[in-house]
Nanobody, 124 residues
Framework: QVQLVESGGGLVQAGGSLRLSCAAS????????MGWFRQAPGKEREFVAT????????YYADSVKGRFIISRDNAKNTVYLQMNSLKPEDTAVYYC?????????????????WGQGTQVTVSS
């Protein structure tokens, strides 16, 4: 049974930082491209960042580029999202997702497995 478990969310002031983690089990983690998405209340789930299975290639949404960093540790079956210079508009539930086909896609439908999400709230 595949499980993706996010952690590290919380309440932070604007300008602050948080580091999200996503621990994977039940899959060959190093074979999967991993992504982070987020969903704010009343909005659709949107792409944040993705990282290739080797950790060499990454891609970011324009809204987070230069502020967020995605990384992974295949030995720990974990993907991370370091979030710096947080803004109130970053407030959302953040989800990690796994893509076996390695597309590095920004589309929700291209990911095979999802975590349950972790809430990030940025106060102004």
């Amino acid at each position: 049974q595949v499980q993706l478990v996010e952690s590290g969310g919380g309440l932070v002031q604007a300008g602050g930082s948080l580091r999200l983690s996503c621990a994977a089990s039940g899959l060959t983690f190093s074979s999967y491209t991993m992504g982070w998405f987020r969903q704010a209340p009343g909005k659709e789930r949107e792409f944040v960042a993705t990282i290739g299975w080797r950790g060499r290639n990454s891609y970011y949404a324009d809204s987070v580029k230069g502020r967020f960093i995605i990384s992974r540790d295949n030995a720990k079956n974990t993907v991370y999202l370091q979030m710096n210079s947080l803004k109130p508009e970053d407030t959302a539930v953040y989800y990690c997702a796994a893509d076996l086909r390695g597309l590095g896609s920004i589309k929700v439908g291209d990911y095979d497995y999802w975590g349950q999400g972790t809430q990030v709230t940025v106060s102004s």
